[in-house]
Nanobody, 124 residues
Framework: QVQLVESGGGAVQAGGSLRLSCAAS????????MAWFRQTPGKEREGVAA???????TYADSVKGRFTASKDAYKNTLLLEMHSLKPEDTAVYYC??????????????????WGQGTQVIVSS
C-alpha cells in the first residue's frame, strides 16, 4: 500500500521561507515521478513543481526562482524549499506520485497517488 505523508507547512509572513517534505512509502521501485501541487478553496489543484525519475524539475511560472524542489531517491523523500513567499502562495500543498510514468508533469490527472495535504499560510 503506497502512502505519501507531507510535513512542514505552517504560517509565515510575506518574504519568509518554509520547507515542505513528503515521505513516500510502499512503492515497488525507487524510481517514480513526484510532484507538488497546491489548492485554494474554489480553485482547481495547481501544479507547483514536478520531478522526473532522473531528477529533472519543472516549475510553474509563478514559483520559478523562489521555490526549489528536489528528491532524495534513497529516502524516497520529496522536498520543496519555498523562499520569498507571497500571500498568493497561501494554499494547501499536496504531494503526488505515480510509479507508471517516466516524465513528470504539472497536470494533476497524471498522478495516481496523493498525500493528505499540508497548509501553508503567508500573511502580508
Amino acid at each position: 500500500q503506497v502512502q505519501l505523508v507531507e510535513s512542514g507547512g505552517g504560517a509565515v509572513q510575506a518574504g519568509g521561507s518554509l520547507r515542505l517534505s513528503c515521505a513516500a512509502s510502499g512503492y515497488t521501485y525507487s524510481s517514480f515521478i513526484m510532484a507538488w501541487f497546491r489548492q485554494t478553496p474554489g480553485k482547481e489543484r495547481e501544479g507547483v513543481a514536478a520531478v522526473d525519475i532522473d531528477g529533472t524539475v519543472t516549475y510553474a511560472d509563478s514559483v520559478k526562482g523562489r521555490f526549489t524542489a528536489s528528491k532524495d531517491a534513497y529516502k524516497n523523500t520529496l522536498l520543496l524549499e519555498m523562499h520569498s513567499l507571497k500571500p498568493e502562495d497561501t494554499a494547501v500543498y499536496y504531494c503526488a506520485a505515480d510509479q507508471d510514468k517516466v516524465w513528470a508533469s504539472l497536470t494533476a490527472g497524471d498522478y495516481s497517488d496523493w498525500g493528505q495535504g499540508t497548509q501553508v499560510i503567508v500573511s502580508s
